[in-house]
């Protein structure tokens, strides 16, 4: 299968700082994008979706201002919590799809932070 | 609205065979997905359906019936290594992926 990678893998930052997430397509061009979180046992939840040269689409009651997310290529999107609080700590997971009929979406290893 | 349900928990023993169901309501169907999340791990991909009927991989089978809204994930020779989440995933009629909120298959010696 094609390959995501999801960088940093774990993150630790103070409340009020900033964090980039980046997720790339190793070996294929990626249309779109998916940001999910998940909270302890539970579910994905999906956050936004990301199309390549476009603004995200986010999900109902997911702040745009907070999770910031540029799909600037076809290989990499970025996600960047902006004046991160406790609660924002969770699991964060990107997927990629090569295009809008393809079914299989490609999933990033996840980023763990933590906001202290 | 759009529904995707399965079991919270299921418990087996090693080397028995374990059924893990799901019913889904979705606007539009595009196939269904079966995928295992070990703790603290992304979801990997188990399976794929799109027609009705049984696809057969290795230890891990699963199932659609379209007209009944329900698939099913069949494991066998149930090892250790099995214990993880198990998420349903439906592709609606734009593509995305609605969630299940998993199942937690426990298995025991």
């Known amino acids: 299968g094609a390959v995501v990678s999801q960088h940093p893998s774990r993150v630790i930052c103070k409340s009020g700082t900033s964090v980039k997430i980046e997720c790339r397509s190793l070996d294929f061009q990626a249309t779109t994008m998916f940001w999910y979180r998940q909270f302890p046992k539970q579910s994905l939840m999906l956050m936004a979706t990301s199309n390549e040269g476009s603004k995200a689409t986010y999900e109902q009651g997911v702040e745009k201002d907070k999770f910031l997310i540029n799909h600037a290529s076809l290989t990499l999107s970025t996600l960047t919590v902006t004046s991160a609080h406790p609660e924002d700590s969770s699991f964060y997971i990107c997927s990629a799809r090569a295009g809008p009929g393809e079914t299989e979406a490609f999933f990033g290893q996840g980023t763990r932070l933590t906001v202290v | ?109």
């Open chain 2, 1 to 109: 609205g759009q529904n995707i349900d399965q079991p919270t928990e299921m418990t087996a023993t090693e080397g028995a065979i374990v059924q893990i169901n799901c019913t889904y309501q979705t606007s539009g169907f595009n196939g269904l997905f079966w995928y295992q999340q070990h703790a603290g791990e992304a979801p990997t991909f188990l399976s794929y359906n799109v027609l009705d009927g049984l696809e057969e991989k290795g230890r891990f089978s699963s199932f659609l019936s379209r007209s009944k809204g329900y698939s099913y994930l069949l494991l066998k020779e149930l090892q250790m290594k099995d214990s993880a989440s198990y998420l349903c995933a439906v592709m609606d009629s734009n593509y995305q992926l609605i969630w299940g909120a998993g199942t937690k298959l426990i298995i025991k010696p």
